[in-house]
């Protein structure tokens, strides 16, 4: 089975207080730790996990900066066998569309069975996969926990839906799932897995590469932009206890007390 | 606004989603003189539930879902070309709605929680980003048509059941829906666990702030000493350190204690839509900024892997 997987590089938030610049065109990115989005390790596993039992290549692709390349030599790190970088200015302020316009002419140049994408990244959206596979005109599932081979036409897949249920499906090949968190355990990827891809040559295509029209991406060809970000005015919050330690249990024992919170 | 703007209806047994009606505040806070549709797969019963809220109800007469698929395609042969279709952003609505604003040609907005108005053709959106840590306003431009994902629980349900609408039956318009290349074969149900967290009165909530799961001996031994049950986020499923039955949120367990303790987690959406019944609710958390302290009553910034024990030894010697 040829199979794609679409990553991305991301602020990792549990690493991060995320905050806002002075002018709130942007999170503050200096001294910001970059991860691999959470879901796409996963993606990624389930990938080797596949090809590991029946044969095939995964290969990893991003849209993204120069900086971006460090997740796809983690990934390569993982196993996974090629990374595809890409990279063009035209590309920067795309929205879900524009990223699904620009991974869509990349599928076409390759022949694959079976493409995967995390189930969400950073902005929370979800919606990548989805239009890619509509662009396509391939058929897609999205939250998928579980994925079975039946044979070389077609997969059994569980969605994850509301209340931990599991929604199965049987989904003809080629397609695009999204993966949700937990449908296996990730590997550690060490040092040295990663020193041993460093020098790996990972190809780099462009818009012209891809045959994309620049306008019909990035910020040119974005229906939907961000405007600003903004830490909302809620209402009160919590109320936070403050002073020692000890103040602050012995506050917090009386509170819970009050409230049944003590057995 | 010249467009139409339409719901699409989640529900389950017979009965409409809560979404019902938070769409229809939704709508009307996206603008207050739209005519508002109600568009719904499936049964009668349904319909009827919902026709006092919308100007007008489509029913599409299918047993479709949860083929998304099926869904998509029905929607593309019902909805005119410009429309405004609100979606819940549920498990149903993230499958269903990036690929059907493809197919439409239109706009795509997901987990919206909020709208600010039209100016010039866009629709000013919030939304929140970096797991709820910030919020963005997003210029979506609507002129095309737009599928926007509204976040369950964003808006306040609009009881007024004013509109008073017609039911429409639009079977006939939907087109041949049976030829699929993906096809639902059955619903699996989540297995039952050593303890049901959703019948405590007491939880202690874990999240990924615990770190290692070694660490996850603090926890239980403060839920001793209080005398409640421990209770997690998700990562601490995915890390397999607990059972999935002990995960509270959208995709686990819908908890209603009386009290609940948040020990490292940062409150996602999808955590806090699995809290319901407005219990007590203690954050402890090492970033001041974290988004659960908006949501809590009390909170303490602080360290759980030093708090939680020094707490469990007092609560200890305080019974
Ligand atoms: C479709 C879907 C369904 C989902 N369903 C669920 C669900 O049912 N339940 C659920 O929980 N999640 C669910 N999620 C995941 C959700 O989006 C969040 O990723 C998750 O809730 C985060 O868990 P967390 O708060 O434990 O971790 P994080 O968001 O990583 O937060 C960890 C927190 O711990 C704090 N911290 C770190 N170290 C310490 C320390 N030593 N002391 C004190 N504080 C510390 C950090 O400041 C941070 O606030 C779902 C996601 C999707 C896409």
């Given amino acids: 089975m040829e199979i794609l997987v679409c990553v991305k590089r991301v602020p990792d938030t549990s690493e991060n207080e995320i905050e806002i610049n002075n002018s709130g065109s942007d999170i503050e990115r200096d001294d910001l730790v970059y991860s691999v989005n959470e879901w796409d390790n996963y993606a990624v596993e389930e990938a080797i996990q596949i090809r590991d039992n029946v044969g095939g290549s995964v290969t990893v692709v991003t849209v993204g900066d120069d900086e971006s390349e460090e997740v796809l030599r983690r990934e390569m790190a993982m196993g996974a066998d090629n990374g595809i ?32 994408t995390g189930a969400q990244a950073d902005d929370g959206a979800g919606q990548v996969g989805g239009m890619l596979a509509a662009m396509l005109d ?117 509170r819970l007390k009050e409230k049944g919170g003590i057995k | 606004m010249a467009q139409q703007v339409f719901a699409y ?35 009668d019963a349904v319909c009827n539930d919902v026709a006092a809220s919308y100007n007008e109800v489509w029913k599409i007469g299918t047993d479709a ?32 709605a990036p ?13 919206a929680v909020d709208f600010e108005g039209i100016e010039d053709g866009k629709l000013k959106v919030v939304r929140q980003e970096y ?67 959703t019948k405590s009165e007491i939880l202690i909530s874990v999240g990924r702030g615990i770190e290692d799961e070694d660490n996850l001996e603090i926890i239980s031994e403060l839920a001793e000493a209080m005398g409640g049950d421990v209770s997690c986020s998700r990562p601490i499923v995915d890390a397999k350190w607990l059972e999935k039955s002990r995960q509270v949120g959208t995709s686990g367990q819908t908890v209603k204690p009386k009290v609940y303790m948040a020990l490292g987690i940062s409150g996602s959406f999808q955590h806090m839509g699995g809290i319901k019944g407005a219990p007590f609710m203690v954050a402890v958390n090492k970033n001041p900024k974290a988004p659960i302290f908006q949501v809590a009553d009390v909170g303490v910034v602080a360290d759980i892997l030093e708090f939680v024990p020094e707490l469990s030894e007092k609560v200890g010697e305080a019974k």
């Fill in chain 1, 85 to 116: 970088h890409l990279l063009d200015d035209a590309f920067e302020g795309s929205d879900g569309k524009g990223f699904a316009t620009i991974l869509k002419a990349e599928v076409e140049k390759g022949k694959y069975d079976l493409i995967l």
């Fill in chain 1, 138 to 254: 391939y058929p897609y599932a999205s939250l998928v926990n579980k994925i079975d081979v039946v044979d070389d036409k077609k997969i059994k897949v569980g969605r994850e839906i509301e209340g931990g249920n599991q929604e199965m499906n049987e989904i003809q090949l080629p397609c695009v799932l999204s993966i949700q968190t937990g449908i296996n355990e990730p590997r550690y990827v060490g040092i040295r897995g990663i020193r041993k891809v460093a020098s790996v040559e990972i190809p780099v295509h462009a818009a012209g590469d891809l045959g994309i029209a620049p306008e019909s991406v990035g910020e040119a060809g974005a229906k939907v932009k961000r405007a600003d970000y903004f830490v909302p005015e809620l209402g009160e919050g919590a109320e936070i206890l403050e002073g020692s330690t000890d103040e602050v249990i012995e506050e917090l024992i009386k």
């Fill in chain 2, 9 to 43: 209806i989640a529900h389950k047994e017979g009965t409409a989603d809560d979404t019902a009606l938070e769409l229809v505040a939704a709508a009307k806070k996206l603008d207050p003189n739209a005519s508002v549709t109600a568009i719904v797969f499936g049964p």
């Fill in chain 2, 65 to 96: 879902y949860p083929n998304a698929e099926v869904i998509r395609k029905a929607l593309v042969n019902i909805l005119p070309a410009d429309a405004i279709l609100l979606v819940p952003h549920d498990t149903f609505g993230m499958d269903l």
């Fill in chain 2, 99 to 111: 690929g059907l604003s493809v197919k439409l040609d239109s706009a795509f907005v997901a987990d």
């Fill in chain 2, 131 to 197: 797991s709820g840590m910030v919020s963005t306003h997003v210029l979506c431009d609507i002129s095309n048509g737009a599928v926007i994902n509204v976040r369950p629980g964003a808006f306040q349900p609009d009881e007024s059941k004013s509109a008073g609408g017609q039911v429409t039956d639009k079977t006939g318009d939907a087109g041949d829906l049976g030829e699929t290349t993906r096809r639902f074969l059955e619903i699996v149900e989540a297995e039952a666990g050593d303890v049901d967290i």
